[in-house]
């Protein structure tokens, strides 16, 4: 005979936990599964191990969805300063490095046990090593795993980095519930290069800050070369908008201001170009070479510099790819939006079906945003059912 819980949750990552302590904590029998032996292994493994739980500057604008509006709602109603209070109270020290991010001073392990503590304040029963089986819906119930429940929280993830056990088991179910999924692609993801831009593999372990665009998005931050291609977080912030065919174009000296190659022709008339790049000595060389700026700079034309400074404000690659789920950081796309309740991420034909987290086309920047989802969505989700 199957036990009865007011709630399912499925996946005890970030967006799970925090929707089984939050329902728990409401009075609600609470079962939590997951195919995993061990609870938040992308907690464990953020932030280098620190875990970046948050980020102060939250808001709906830096999240990616086919409908931009559906976040407002949710990340209104449970924010950073909410989260912080938690963390605050269990005595976990945190500092604020760049962007707004927050980090746990010691361990990532610590925002685990946290959100373990409140889901056993709310008496979640945890189930791990535990695959689901065939989920039926009959009977106002969702029965599964030897337990029943009218209400199933969907908070399985995506399929970004599968060595951590993640899969494509939320669209799964989303198909077994005629559900619409924005179709997933990796995201937060280094970006592979060939051909022409080939030489720049050779650069590999050389970083310097950019200014990364793709489209209308454009972010400043580190830009990191590697065997494959390109990376760093620059990178990994325009890979969310990049679509194939598409162009990557970086600015490599953002605080240079208008004729300042000029400027050196007059100052430093014998510098050949490569020295006068403010950038790491391999990468300035090889900029150098290709724009085909050879000799002192005093023997280059006015227009030669300035068509070189152009270039240079404006670099053009052209990714071939991506490194894939095994390497993106989240997933974008996702269970469409248009499916669920942005006050209670129910879904709006299965009553008693939600979906939270990743599974969701909802998807955040890089440095702790998509974290705040998880916490967000997971608490609209725990406080309705």
């Not at 605050?88 to 991010?101: C, M, N, P, R, V």
């Not at 399985?156 to 619409?180: H, W």
């Not at 592979?192 to 650069?203: P, R, V």
């Amino acid at each position: 005979m199957s036990q009865s819980f007011d709630a399912i949750v499925l996946g005890a990552g970030a967006a799970g936990l925090f929707c089984a302590a939050t329902a728990g904590q409401r009075g609600r029998r609470v079962l939590l599964l997951d195919h995993n032996a061990e609870v938040g292994r992308k907690i464990l493994i953020s932030g280098g191990g620190r875990c970046n739980f948050t980020n102060l500057h939250t808001a709906p604008d830096r999240y990616l969805s086919a409908n931009p509006h559906f976040a407002k709602s949710a990340l209104a109603r449970y924010t950073p300063a909410d989260f912080i209070k938690l963390v605050d109270s269990y005595g976990i020290a945190w500092h604020e490095k760049t962007l707004g991010q927050l980090f746990c001073d010691q361990s990532a392990k610590q925002i685990v046990a946290m959100l373990l503590e409140e889901c056993a304040k709310g008496g979640v029963a945890v189930r791990l090593g535990t695959e689901t089986g065939a989920i039926e819906h009959r009977d106002g119930g969702f029965h599964l795993a030897g337990a029943s429940a009218p209400a199933l929280v969907i908070a399985t993830g995506g399929p970004s980095i599968p060595k951590l056990g993640a899969s494509s088991f939320a669209y799964e179910l989303a198909r077994q519930f005629s559900l619409k999924v924005v179709q997933p692609r990796p995201a937060l993801v280094p970006l592979t290069l060939s051909g022409d831009d080939a030489l720049f593999t050779e650069l590999s372990g050389v970083a310097t800050e950019v200014v990364a665009r793709c489209g209308k998005a454009a972010f400043r931050e580190a830009a990191l070369f590697t065997h494959r291609g390109l990376s760093g977080p620059a990178i990994l912030q325009v890979s969310s908008y990049w679509q194939r065919g598409e162009d990557v174009r970086i600015d490599y000296l953002p605080d240079q201001p208008q004729g300042w190659l000029l400027e050196a022709k007059r100052t430093q008339p014998r510098a050949p170009l490569r020295r006068v790049l403010p950038l790491p000595e391999r990468l300035a060389t090889t900029l150098a070479d290709r724009l085909g700026v050879a000799g002192e700079l005093g023997n280059q034309s006015d227009k030669a510099l300035r068509a070189a400074e152009t270039v240079l404000h404006d670099w053009h690659f052209h990714p071939t790819g991506s490194e894939g789920f095994a390497k993106a950081e989240v997933t974008a796309g996702g269970i469409s939006t248009a499916e669920l309740s942005s006050q209670t991420m129910e879904a709006k034909k299965v009553p008693g079906l939600y979906v939270i987290g990743e599974a969701v086309d909802v998807t955040g920047w890089l440095g702790g945003y998509n974290f705040q989802w998880a916490w967000a969505s997971g608490w609209a989700a725990g406080s309705a059912i």
